[in-house]
């Protein structure tokens, strides 16, 4: 039934929920992807089901509904209902489009001129370093990817602190986190209610790092000292780089260090039911999505006359 797609209209409106119950629970690694991946389908059943929305309120007008070749309006709910939901569907994707679209230049043009800062920087491998008072520091992809740090940043850091630094960042750079970070600020443009589930993505991409700098230097309490001076120190008035690059200060440095000053996490008890809660709520919103969609072209078939009315 294309009432199905009630069900991707809603689930966003879970997110915080699945979020709150599955974050801390889930390993830095697993919970990264198992929460990207959530991101993935909530967006995409969102903006699926507004599509099937528009479509199935668009064909009910018969002069469109003659543009698609049927041989009379589409009829799968009553016009009281269908045109408030066509034009909601409309605003909607309308704003999603525009949201999108803004974030995606901005993060574009601020991504070229950051790499346009650093073709005068000095470079040391695969480490830039900008003459700047602020502390500062940064993942930014490319080919090659460049670890971006600034003066201020290695004043306000001593020898090991800083290669405890650099081992954070380069964790970015091999894990392409820059994907991640991208998914999460474009599923928090589809749907306000996503963005506890960016931040937590958000969150996941500095832990993972984090973890992969505390192994690399041998010392979780040196990371966490470095992460903790850096968010101190740091001052990124007037930088200029895309949302995602990821930043040696970002998140919620205090749950970081935190996280750090413990021994490194067994698997929690619940992690297996944290990662089947997201598995289900995905699940259940792509099924809906998917039956929804297939109702609706089994309804436009039978408005053409290619299909019977079973």
């Keep these: 039934m294309i009432t199905a797609l009630l069900v991707p209209l809603l689930m966003p409106l879970a997110a915080p929920v699945l979020v709150r119950w599955t974050g801390a629970r889930l390993r830095p690694a697993a919970g990264l992807w198992a929460l990207t991946a959530t991101a993935c389908v909530l967006a995409g059943g969102w903006l699926a089901a507004l599509g099937g929305l528009l479509l199935a309120g668009a064909l009910t007008w018969s002069p469109l509904a003659r543009l698609g070749h049927l041989v009379h309006p589409l009829e799968v709910v009553p016009a009281v209902v269908s045109y408030p939901a066509t034009a909601l569907a409309v605003g909607a994707l309308a704003l999603c489009a525009y949201a999108m679209t803004r974030s995606a230049l901005s993060q574009l043009r601020e991504y070229r001129t950051a790499h346009a800062q650093l073709r005068n920087a000095p470079i040391a491998g695969d480490l830039s370093v900008l003459d700047r008072p602020e502390a500062d520091a940064y993942a930014l992809p490319g080919n090659p990817g460049r670890i971006v740090v600034t ?22 750079l091999a894990g392409r ?96 039911t944290a990662a089947c809660l997201l598995l289900a709520g995905s699940a259940v919103t792509g099924a809906a ?11 436009v078939e039978i408005a053409q006359g290619e299909a019977r009315d079973n």
């Design 151 to 172: 003066s201020g940043m290695l004043r306000a850091l001593d020898g090991p602190e800083r290669e405890a630094l650099f081992a954070h960042e380069r964790a970015h």
């Design 177 to 272: 986190h820059h994907y991640f970070l991208a998914i999460a600020d474009l599923a928090t443009r589809c749907h306000p209610a996503m963005r506890q589930l960016g931040d937590a993505i958000n969150l996941a991409v500095e832990r993972v790092a984090d973890e992969a700098a505390a192994t690399e230097v041998g010392d979780r309490h040196l990371t966490a000292r470095a992460i903790g001076r850096a968010a101190l120190a740091g001052n990124s008035a007037g930088a200029t780089r895309p949302a995602f690059a990821a930043r040696a200060a970002g998140g919620p440095v205090p749950q970081r260090v935190k996280a750090l000053l413990q021994p490194a996490a067994t698997r929690h008890r619940l992690a297996a």
């Design 289 to 299: 999505t998917a039956v929804g969609l297939v109702s609706l072209h089994h309804s």
